[in-house]
């Protein structure tokens, strides 16, 4: 009997190992290349003297073993370990290896087995699946550097997926197993996800626990207060009373330690003449009209006339204390590339590079990027929709980025990728539909059928998709009204029903009372065209003084209105970027030094504009 075990194991572990050598060849997933793995992955357990094991001693000790539990074990030790030395198509071959054998996972086992599972799901990208997956186990891994490893996982898991309170409490019960050298390093840790829950994500109710709750506080203080500082800096030495010994202290002394300079000198870089100047003057339009509300002046700066260095040397013979501007990219990032020191910065478009991770407290980059309306439109149409959406987009650079945006956010989900259907020019446009839509098969059945049939009578009706609830048009709205028929023309009456979504780059000053061509789209667009702010009138005036200004531009206008609240609440928009306000362009908030928007929601229908509430 133990001579029939060992062999079996043997045999496992041999089959094992051969599975990894090919593990390029096999069919296991690959993990994303996009996302780095930031926590580190620690093997489950070391030797009696103190050295841990490799992935190799583990299948060592796999092969060794006298009981299924005991190979289950070091098969599981070799699962992380090859995480840990970032070999993770390895660790995928193990998990499957486990997974696939006769013998299940063992209760006593089951807690790290888990752990191996979740951190492969969140090198994938799978938050959510990783919050699941580890969650049921985390008070069954009793050594501390697996319930350390354990919760920060499920806290980074729910970062991403935008769950920021979570994320923080999460990250707080991880600092109970920490072992940093300072206080000072576990409080940034929970800051690090607590400074961007928004006002909805925290509690109404303080929470009984007196460490979360002083945390909660905090938060809750720069979310009522954030426009009224004497507030909450009332708010906050009372806070140093009550809870003389919190973590949270030193974020609460360093914000009211800090200078955070009122503007005062401010310069604006626009576009006053040339090619851009119509865009220029719409941006310095909403400025002046905020600035009327205001105490403070604008000197503007034609950008068409300057280079960049000139308007370096202008801003500082100025003495200024804040800039707003440029409004080109390649201005934008030459100017990055050389800032000044002192000036708190607004750019209005944004560079290139990636975002670093590294908070600049200096300056923020405000762009009206059409790829932040499709990563919305994503996370719309997954709340929304029961089946999976289909595309249909330009085959151009343009096309590429925001159909990437759109699936980026898309997968994010726990969603498999979005199928898409490319077109190169308007000729294409109803066979890629007719495709996509399942028409094209469905023809071909049809003649198929007739073939076989001979004379005999059969449906002739050809059926779309039923696996599809939603279809996603990124493009312009020449493109969109193109397409639009063709897709209503190709559903069948035994398909479920399909929404059409779309961007704001649908709606132009030409239809803005109604569409019936687009009768059913939905698309996202600037609260303050939708007529949903409270001072929309602000941008209707200003479109009847400019009757050549398109919609386009009154975004811009919109741009320059929230400019001026922006740069007043710059400092505190990036030292808690969970804070939002209701702009003209949607709810503004920060994050990595870059302004986000949360655009609203309309739809055509009965020939209106009619605003999603």
């Given at each position: 009997m133990r001579s029939h075990f060992t062999n079996s194991v043997k045999g496992v572990a041999v089959a094992l190992l051969s599975a990894i050598v090919l593990t390029q060849c096999s069919s296991v997933q690959k993990p994303a290349d996009d996302t780095e793995f930031k926590q580190p992955v620690e093997s489950i357990s070391t030797q009696p003297d103190g050295v841990a094991r490799t992935a190799e001693q583990w299948l060592d000790e796999a092969v060794a073993a006298e009981t299924p539990a005991d190979q289950q074990y070091a098969l599981i030790g070799a699962a992380l370990a090859f995480q840990q030395q970032q070999q993770w198509q390895k660790s995928a071959a193990v998990i499957g290896a486990i997974e696939a054998a006769e013998a299940p996972v063992t209760n006593e086992n089951l807690p790290q087995f888990q752990l191996a599972k979740a951190h492969w799901h969140f090198k994938q990208q799978q938050w959510q699946q990783a919050i699941k997956t580890i969650e049921p186990s985390l008070k069954r891994l009793n050594k501390r550097d697996q319930r350390l490893q354990a919760l920060t996982l499920v806290a980074d898991?729910?970062?991403?997926?935008?769950?920021?309170?979570?994320?923080?409490?999460?990250?707080?019960?991880?600092?109970?197993?920490?072992?940093?050298?300072?206080?000072?390093?576990?409080?940034?840790?929970?800051?690090?996800?607590?400074r961007q829950a928004s006002s909805h994500q925290l509690p109404d109710r303080r929470p009984l626990t007196t460490n979360i709750a002083g945390w909660w506080r905090v938060a809750k203080s720069f979310h009522q207060y954030q426009q009224q500082p004497k507030q909450l800096a009332q708010q906050f030495q009372q806070w140093l009373s009550s809870y003389p010994d919190h973590h949270a202290r030193q974020i609460v002394e360093q914000w009211l330690a800090a200078d955070w300079q009122a503007p005062e000198n401010i310069i604006a870089l626009l576009p006053l003449s040339g090619r851009y100047a119509l865009q220029g003057t719409a941006v310095r339009?909403?400025?002046?009209?905020?600035?009327?509300?205001?105490?403070?002046?604008?000197?503007f700066i034609d950008t068409n006339r300057y280079n960049v260095e000139q308007q370096r040397e202008q801003a500082l013979q100025a003495n200024a204390t804040h800039i707003i501007g440029p409004l080109l990219k390649q201005q934008v990032q030459a100017w990055l590339q050389q800032p000044l020191i002192g000036p708190y910065h607004l750019f209005l478009n944004e560079a290139d590079t990636p975002e670093s991770g590294i908070i600049n407290q200096r300056y923020?980059?405000?762009?009206?990027?059409?790829?932040d309306e499709a990563r919305q439109a994503?996370?719309?149409?997954?709340?929304?929709?029961?089946?999976?959406?289909?595309?249909?987009s330009v085959a151009n650079a343009s096309g590429q980025r925001l159909v990437n945006s759109f699936q980026q956010r898309w997968q994010q989900q726990d969603n498999p990728p979005a199928e898409v259907g490319w077109y190169n020019q308007q000729s294409e446009m109803q066979g890629i539909v007719e495709e996509r839509?399942?028409?094209?098969?469905?023809?071909?059945?049809?003649?198929?059928?007739?073939?076989?049939?001979?004379?005999?009578?059969?449906?002739?009706?050809?059926?779309?998709?039923?696996?599809?609830d939603a279809v996603y048009l990124p493009g312009n709205l020449e493109q969109v009204r193109l397409l639009k028929p063709f897709i209503d023309v190709n559903l069948s009456p035994f398909a479920p029903p399909l929404t059409v979504f779309g961007s704001s780059a649908v709606h132009e000053r030409s239809n803005m009372s109604g569409d019936a061509d687009l009768s059913g789209v939905e698309f996202s667009e600037s609260p303050a065209i939708l007529g949903q702010h409270n001072k929309s009138n602000y941008v209707m005036d200003w479109l009847q003084k400019r009757s050549n200004a398109r919609l386009s531009d009154a975004r811009l206008f919109n741009m320059g209105y929230d400019s001026v609240y922006l740069l007043q609440q710059a400092a505190l928009l990036n030292f808690v970027p969970g804070i939002n306000w209701s702009g003209f362009n949607g709810q503004l908030s920060v994050s990595f030094n870059r302004v986000q928007r949360e655009l609203?929601?309309?739809?055509?229908?009965?020939?209106?504009?009619?605003?999603?509430?």
């Open positions: 898991s729910h970062a991403r997926l935008g769950e920021y309170w979570q994320a923080a409490i999460s990250q707080i019960e991880a600092e109970q197993f920490s072992q940093h050298d300072s206080a000072t390093a576990g409080a940034e840790a929970i800051w690090r996800y607590l339009d909403g400025l002046i009209a905020a600035a009327a509300e205001s105490t403070f002046t604008i000197r923020l980059q405000f762009a009206l990027a059409p790829e994503a996370a719309r149409i997954s709340e929304k929709t029961e089946r999976a959406p289909l595309l249909f839509l399942g028409i094209s098969g469905s023809k071909e059945r049809i003649r198929q059928v007739k073939i076989a049939a001979g004379k005999i009578i059969i449906d002739e009706q050809e059926r779309s998709r039923a696996d599809i609203d929601w309309a739809i055509f229908k009965d020939n209106k504009v009619q605003p999603i509430e």
